[in-house]
């Protein structure tokens, strides 16, 4: 099953319970001073390989290419001015055609009836914070540009541009930052159980 791009149906919704959830500043507030989430992919899928899972990142030349390499754990996307397939599958794999950038993992379990796999966009200001939230499965970091900070109940945790960040698992309360002096450039990559909300408050208190 190949990946579909987000109607802007969805797009109008996610954004909605994104601002209701406060993830995003007031409208008044400038562009640069927004804590922005811009959905890039997602889909829905019944089961998950076996064993420990890990996201793989590659480059393809082609959006076509990567659409057909993609397997059914995978999703296929242009972003970031580049072509990307993400896959959720083994360590060391590889899709012929593919450059591999990076393995993020392992992925916390998760058991659901059903699985939604996303890539969001993220992008802020230094300095922004996201609230207090949570997932109902993990979340996945590709800095692209800036300094993440991520704290949880574990402790704070820091990423720089062409590393990464696994997460914890689900329901686990977490605050997003941008920990850097220059704007903070995501990918964040989640596996989460589709029938629950995507993202709900929490407290880190």
């Known amino acids: 099953m190949k990946p579909q791009s987000i109607s802007a149906r969805r797009i109008g919704v996610l954004m909605f319970a994104l601002c209701a959830f406060g993830l995003m500043t007031s409208p008044s507030v400038s562009a640069e001073r927004k804590f922005i989430i811009e959905p ?4 829905k899928v019944k089961e998950l390989p076996s064993g420990p899972l890990y996201w793989r990142l590659e480059n393809f030349p082609t959006l076509t290419q990567a659409q057909g390499a993609a397997g059914p754990t995978s999703l296929a996307a242009e972003v970031a001015g580049k072509v990307w397939l993400f896959t959720l599958g083994s360590k060391d794999g ?3 055609g ?3 950038v990076v393995e993020i993992g392992p992925v ?4 659901a009836s059903e699985y939604l796999l996303r890539v969001n966009r993220v992008g802020a200001a230094p300095g922004l914070k996201s ?3 949570t997932h109902p499965g993990s979340e996945a970091f590709y800095v692209l540009a800036g300094k993440l900070g991520q704290r949880t109940p574990h402790g704070v945790s820091y990423a720089e541009a062409g590393t990464t960040m696994i997460g914890h698992g689900a329901d686990t309360p977490m605050e997003v930052f941008s920990a850097g002096t220059a704007a903070l450039d ?3 990559i989640f ?3 589709a029938n629950r909300p995507f993202a709900s408050p929490a407290s880190l208190d």
């Open 40 to 43: 890039v992919v997602e889909k």
């Open 94 to 96: 590889s899709t012929p």
């Open 186 to 188: 995501q990918l964040a």
């Open 191 to 193: 596996v989460v159980d």
């Open 108 to 111: 916390p379990p998760i058991s």
């Open 98 to 100: 593919g450059t591999t």
């Open 131 to 133: 609230p207090i939230h």
